[in-house]
């Protein structure tokens, strides 16, 4: 499950989804992925900011239209699966099995969304920052608004790969190396468990986690930035 905290702007542009106003303050889902989204205007052109909260990985949407905000929540699923599939391949391609696991990862994870109005001061600084990027490329460095996912996520490999620093953790790390391990281990978690249900059932009783109306596992993304 992704649960959204949206910025008030945003929060009008999504108005046709189900977006709870007064969210309940405390402890958040733990079975759910946390993502904060905000909106922002370029070149005249409406873009939205998409971060996850642990490991502050990065998503940008540009040059959204009326269809694209009413589709948000098919648009981001789309995203999260393609960009999920290239960050885990950046230093050797994963074996076909593992590809297939992941796109059904990311699908299950994806496929229950829930919408709220929030903020977090951290998670905002970090997409001010994220903000700040894009606009001195556009803007200043005269390169065009990526509009289209290839472009998003070329953008984000730069973005991604930017040392972050919040209060919970005393050493920075590196989002995109961060978000690529939670994938990975979410690809070893279900592999260890089928195994081990193979093991104790034999192989006609295994069921993966992605089937049968199994539960992702959350899996904690911050972890000491590889060496």
């Given at each position: 499950?992704?649960?959204?905290?949206?910025s008030?702007?945003?929060a009008?542009?999504?108005?046709?989804?189900?977006?709870?106003?007064?969210?309940?303050?405390?402890e958040?889902?733990?079975g759910a992925v946390?993502?904060?989204?905000?909106?922002?205007?370029?070149?005249?052109?409406k873009?939205?900011i998409?971060m996850?909260?642990?490991?502050?990985?990065?998503m940008?949407?540009?040059?959204?239209?009326?269809?694209d905000?009413?589709?948000f929540?098919?648009?981001?699923?789309q995203?999260?699966?393609?960009?999920?599939?290239?960050?885990?391949?950046?230093q050797e391609p994963?074996?076909?099995?593992?590809?297939?696991?992941l796109?059904e990862?990311a699908?299950?994870?994806?496929?229950?969304?829930?919408?709220?109005?929030?903020?977090?001061?951290?998670?905002?600084?970090?997409i001010?920052?994220v903000?700040?990027?894009?606009?001195d490329?556009?803007l200043?460095?005269g390169?065009?608004?990526?509009?289209?996912?290839?472009?998003?996520?070329?953008?984000?490999?730069?973005?991604?790969?930017?040392?972050r620093?919040?209060k919970?953790?005393?050493?920075y790390?590196?989002?995109?190396?961060?978000?690529?391990?939670?994938?990975?281990g979410?690809i070893r978690?279900?592999?260890?468990r089928?195994g081990?249900?193979?093991?104790?059932e034999g192989?006609?009783?295994?069921?993966?986690?992605?089937?049968?109306?199994?539960?992702v596992?959350?899996?904690?993304?911050?972890?000491?930035?590889?060496k």
């Amino acid at each position: 499950m992704i649960q959204f905290y949206l910025s008030k702007d945003l929060a009008k542009d999504l108005a046709s989804l189900p977006i709870e106003k007064n969210p309940p303050q405390g402890e958040a889902d733990t079975g759910a992925v946390i993502w904060y989204a905000h909106r922002v205007t370029i070149m005249r052109r409406k873009c939205i900011i998409a971060m996850e909260l642990q490991s502050r990985y990065t998503m940008v949407f540009c040059g959204l239209t009326k269809p694209d905000f009413h589709n948000f929540a098919q648009l981001f699923g789309q995203r999260l699966l393609q960009e999920a599939c290239v960050i885990t391949q950046l230093q050797e391609p994963l074996p076909d099995a593992d590809v297939q696991l992941l796109c059904e990862l990311a699908n299950e994870v994806s496929m229950e969304q829930s919408f709220a109005c929030h903020s977090d001061r951290s998670v905002q600084s970090h997409i001010n920052q994220v903000k700040e990027h894009l606009e001195d490329l556009v803007l200043r460095g005269g390169y065009p608004l990526p509009e289209s996912p290839d472009d998003s996520m070329r953008f984000g490999l730069i973005a991604n790969d930017m040392l972050r620093k919040t209060k919970n953790h005393k050493d920075y790390f590196v989002p995109l190396e961060v978000y690529a391990d939670f994938w990975l281990g979410m690809i070893r978690h279900v592999k260890e468990r089928v195994g081990s249900s193979m093991l104790d059932e034999g192989p006609e009783g295994a069921v993966s986690d992605t089937q049968g109306g199994g539960k992702v596992i959350a899996v904690d993304f911050v972890k000491r930035r590889r060496k």
